[in-house]
């Protein structure tokens, strides 16, 4: 059986239980194209489906969004392509879920920093929605707050998914803005760190890097978590890596 054959039979088997449940309806819930859906339904897709688009189809079947749990609910080439695809990025003590509603809406650049902020243990406010980004800003938080993922308490604005996951793809898309938020100047403040160090590695040698990087992420996670060290700032870190040359092939993962 092939990926696309198994992926064909969940769906089929969604539909079996859902007659009133249209393609269009599945692809609204899921996040994955009409079109796309409608090649796997009727088992013309070309290729191999990508493995965000499954990701948002068992997703939004089987009603699970923690991601750890969902990459070991399927055996077969989707749970192999899922394992593949999603495991290296999956920590256990990082309980994000992944929604594909919130997936979308974070494609906005402004929407996102908003929820980023909202999804800080100290929330945001109005007045530091509207100082970064002005009316904009708060007519995107009127839209996040109406579609309920944000709330409003005792002034304060909260993420209702605080440990979210989104498609690395709409992550990354974000990056650039992000790293304006690095202050240079500020550097003798002690705040802030930069670094980028490149060097030809065997494949071996990259594989040690990621594993001191997610060492790293891990420890600095306990720190973000640990209510010893809760306070006022809104802090960020970034960890990437990754060859210095192009490659096509597009993984859609999630981060």
């Known amino acids: ?87 290296p990025y999956i920590e256990k003590e990082m309980p994000h879920e992944m929604d594909n509603d919130l997936n979308n809406v974070l494609n906005d650049q402004v929407s996102y920093f908003i929820y980023k902020l909202a999804a800080n243990r100290k929330g945001t406010s109005k007045v530091q929605v509207c100082e970064l980004y002005g009316k904009m800003g708060l007519d995107r938080l009127e839209k996040l707050i109406n579609l309920k993922f944000i709330s409003e308490e005792n002034g304060e604005l909260h993420a209702t998914k605080k440990d979210f996951s989104l498609d690395v793809e709409v992550a990354a898309s974000h990056l650039p803005e992000m790293t304006k938020f690095y202050k240079p100047h500020t550097i003798q403040e002690g705040k802030n760190l930069f670094y980028t160090l490149s060097e030809t590695l065997t494949e071996e040698g990259i594989h040690k890097i990621k594993e001191i990087q997610k060492e790293a992420v891990k420890r600095v996670y306990d720190i973000m978590r640990s209510p010893f060290y809760e306070g006022e700032i809104p802090y960020f870190t970034l960890q990437i890596c990754d060859t210095l040359s192009h490659e096509t092939a597009s993984t859609g993962v999630m981060q």
């Open 1 to 87: 059986m092939t990926p696309n054959e198994q992926l064909k039979d969940i769906v089929d088997t969604y539909f079996d239980r859902y007659p009133n449940m249209s393609i269009n309806g599945l692809a609204q819930k899921s996040g994955v194209g009409a079109t796309t859906l409608r090649r796997i339904v009727n088992g013309t897709n070309k290729g191999e489906p990508a493995p965000h688009v499954v990701l948002g189809l068992v997703s939004s079947i089987s009603k699970e969004k923690s991601l750890p749990k969902l990459i070991g609910m399927f055996d077969g080439p989707i749970g192999e392509m899922l394992n593949k695809a999603f495991a």
